[in-house]
């Protein structure tokens, strides 16, 4: 199986669908940008329905169940592609399998059926699944001017082995370059979850009350967004910004020094328009947005992938990866200094 993208052992099949965009790695099922998906039929293209998730007491060889003094689970599912049975994780006693189907159901309740599924898949062999919506609206930043569109985004996603809650997040994604713009606002809630040990039951409603998902949290960010587009920086403040989220290194030697120059001259490309990829920030360079952008969308598309792996800069590209989350809540606090 792939490091991060779930797929069979031949290599023929994948648990990952996307509209209307090429797949992970040219993985998985690409269905049409116009076609109407539902969430059963999402689930069937990225291969993730019917696992049956559930858990089997362990034993050990030699030694009564009796004298256990607490009690272990595997949690065991059906594989997607051979129809085996894969163990994904022990756990304790007190833990709960959801199934995809409930998961999935969980994120179309959140917006009443009002959303579009976008992308879905597993990742980890099966032990985590994910599932992204796009919700109605946009955001449209300076919209005599630059007219820089943002899109909203409901990411759902869980674990199979313990090591995730069940969680829904408010998602921007920044249209012209596919950015996830993940940030942390005082007095609105990002994202809602809960763990493993507790009932699915009621959890819809508690996560509309708690994202106020259609409202607060898009409202902070514009009222954000736009204070940072409409902050003119000098190429002084902005190499500032930039030394900020990435200082000069302690280290003189040659190796790391090279590192931190191309970084930089990276990140300087990426905000001026000029770098290898598609052209998604000249529009806004010269502003506190266009700064913020260069520097997470250096983060999200152009560093390098592990051992030549692609997928993993996907994963974290999509929002999901709590350490991408926090550079780029590093990265909003270095530009909001100069706002």
């Known amino acids: 199986m792939s490091a991060n993208v779930e797929v069979s052992e031949d290599g023929l099949k994948a648990a990952f669908a996307s509209r209307a965009h090429a797949a992970w790695h040219l993985l998985g099922t690409v269905f049409g940008l116009n076609d109407k998906v539902s969430t059963a039929k999402m689930l069937q293209l990225a291969n993730l329905e019917n696992w049956g998730v559930h858990l089997e007491l362990t ?37 709960t399998t959801y199934q995809n189907e409930e998961l999935f159901a969980f994120g179309d309740g959140i917006l009443a059926g009002g959303g579009r599924w976008e ?26 001017g630059i007219a820089d569109e943002v899109k909203q985004y409901l990411l759902i996603f869980t674990s199979h082995d313990g090591t995730s809650a069940v969680v829904a997040a408010n998602t921007p994604v920044r249209v012209v370059c596919q950015n996830t713009l993940n940030i942390a606002m005082s007095g609105v809630k990002q994202s809602y979850k809960f763990r493993h040990t507790a009932k699915m039951a009621g959890r819809v409603q508690h996560a509309r009350e708690a994202l106020d998902i259609n409202v607060a949290y898009m409202d902070e960010f514009s009222t954000l967004a736009n204070k940072m587009i409409q902050t003119q920086i000098t190429a002084d403040q902005f190499a500032k910004i930039v030394e900020k989220v990435y200082p000069t290194p302690a280290d003189e030697k040659k190796a790391a020094v ?42 999200d598309w152009y560093r390098k992938p592990r051992a030549g792996n692609l997928e993993n800069v996907l994963v974290s590209a999509s929002g999901f990866d709590p350490n991408t989350n926090t550079s780029k809540q590093d990265i909003l606090k270095a530009v909001m200094s100069v706002v």
Not at 60 to 65: L, M, N, R, S
């Open 258 to 299: 090279t590192r931190h120059a191309n970084k930089i001259e990276l990140v300087e490309a990426i905000y001026k328009g000029q770098a290898d990829g598609p052209d998604t920030n000249s529009k806004i360079t010269g502003t506190a947005w266009g700064a913020f952008n260069a520097l997470t969308e250096q983060l």
């Open 59 to 95: 034993q050990v060889p030699g030694i009564d169940a009796d004298r256990w003094v607490t009690e272990t689970y595997a949690v065991v599912r059906t594989n997607p592609f051979d129809s085996g049975l894969d163990v994904l994780s022990t756990v304790g006693e007190r833990y």
């Open 119 to 144: 992308t879905a898949g597993s990742i980890r062999n099966g032990r985590t699944v994910f599932g992204s919506m796009a919700m109605p609206g946009k955001i449209v930043l300076d919209p005599n």
